[in-house]
C-alpha cells in the first residue's frame, strides 16, 4: 500500500478539513518505533494509569489496525513498555497512538511498528483492569471514533472519518 503523506492529503481535502471529517492531531507527540509512516482503522482506548486493557487488545488480531489509548495525558507513569511493543507487532498492529507515556524505549525503538506517545517514564501503571474500550476519546484536540482512520508520518498525525485514498 503506498504510503499516504499528510500534508499532501491536507493540501488536497480542504473540503473535509472545513467540515471536520478531517482533523489534525495538536503536535503534542514524539516518535518511537521503527515504522515513521503508518496509517490504518483506529480502535479506542480510555484509560487512567492502568494499562490492563492495553494488553487486552493489543493479545487480539491488530490486522493493520492502529490503536489510539487515551491515557488522560498521565505523565506519572508509562501505558506502554517494550513487552507490549513486541506483542503488538507480532500481532500485526501497525501502530499505537499514546495520550501518555511509554517505557523501555529502547525495545519499542526496535520493534516493527509505528509508535507515538507524549513521553517516556520509567514507572509501570497500575493493573487493576480499569478502563473502557472502543469508546469516543479527545486527544491531541481531537475528538477520535474507534473505525475512523488514523494517517501519521513524519509532519503529523491526521484522523478521518473514512479511508483517503492516495
Ligand atoms: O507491563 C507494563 O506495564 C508495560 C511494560 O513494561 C511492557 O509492556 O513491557
Not at 116 to 143: C, D
Request: charged content about 20%.
Amino acid at each position: 500500500m503506498a504510503a499516504l503523506a499528510t500534508a499532501e492529503a491536507c493540501d488536497s481535502n480542504a473540503a473535509l478539513l472545513a467540515s471536520g471529517d478531517l482533523r489534525v492531531l495538536h503536535p503534542i507527540f514524539k516518535s518511537y518505533g521503527q515504522i515513521q509512516v503508518f496509517s490504518g482503522p483506529i480502535v479506542t482506548l480510555k484509560v487512567f494509569e492502568d494499562n490492563v486493557l492495553v494488553r487486552e487488545l493489543l493479545e487480539t488480531r491488530g490486522e493493520g489496525r492502529v490503536l489510539v489509548i487515551d491515557g488522560g495525558g498521565s505523565m506519572r507513569c508509562a501505558m506502554v513498555g517494550g513487552n507490549l511493543g513486541q506483542l503488538a507487532q507480532n500481532m500485526g498492529w501497525a501502530g499505537i497512538v499514546v495520550n501518555g507515556c511509554i517505557r523501555d524505549v529502547d525495545e519499542i525503538n526496535g520493534c516493527d511498528i509505528g509508535v507515538r506517545a507524549l513521553a517516556s517514564h520509567p514507572l509501570k501503571s497500575n493493573k487493576k483492569g480499569v478502563g473502557e474500550k472502543h469508546v469516543p476519546v479527545y486527544i491531541a484536540g481531537t475528538l477520535i471514533h474507534e473505525g475512523e482512520w488514523l494517517y501519521a508520518d513524519s509532519d503529523g498525525i491526521l484522523v478521518s472519518k473514512s479511508e483517503l485514498s492516495v
